[in-house]
């Protein structure tokens, strides 16, 4: 279902970046071909260079959205994780990659045990919204709790 604002919007800043991304591109073959001979190399290079310079200031970078539930204790605890598994590849001995490994598999227990709590808490949330949203009647509340992704 599309929401008209929202659809001009993303109309408006298509157009926006269609032209800017245009002039500059113009703007740079323009002095491709005034400037001295070029191979393909520096052409390819000239083209993406515009390219890639006029998206990033019209769009600017990707944006990640990480999860709600996911906090940064949680973060923390994963890249811990990822250092232990990183400890049991670069051991050399068999007795240093077994210590290692009784490590990791220690921190990824207590990893996947946090997240499934806490994802569980989350939805418990969620439904508590939910529960007061249709006692009190407001439908929408209700239902972008239910249309929200996990």
Do not use: C
């Not at 605890?77 to 210590?99: D, L, V, Y």
């Not at 997240?115 to 929408?140: C, F, N, P, Q, W």
Request: aromatic share 6%; glycine share 4%; charged share 35%.
């Amino acid at each position: 279902m599309w929401d008209t604002g929202r659809a001009f919007q993303i109309a408006a800043e298509m157009r926006r970046y269609n032209l800017e991304s245009s002039a500059t591109s113009f703007r740079h073959f323009y002095d491709l071909l005034n400037g001295e001979e070029t191979t393909m190399e520096s052409n390819w290079k000239g083209i993406k260079e515009a390219i890639t310079s006029t998206s990033h200031e019209v769009l600017g970078h990707k944006k990640h959205h990480q999860k709600e539930r996911i906090t940064v204790d949680k973060l923390d605890k994963t890249q811990e994780r990822r250092n232990k598994k990183a400890a049991i590849n670069t051991s050399r001995t068999r007795a240093e990659k077994a210590k290692a490994q009784a490590e990791y598999t220690e921190v990824n227990k207590q990893v996947k045990r946090s997240i499934r709590t806490d994802k569980h808490k989350y939805s418990e949330d969620l439904a508590t919204t939910a529960k007061k949203a249709s006692r009190v009647g407001i439908m929408r509340q209700l239902y972008g709790n239910r249309r929200r992704p996990e």
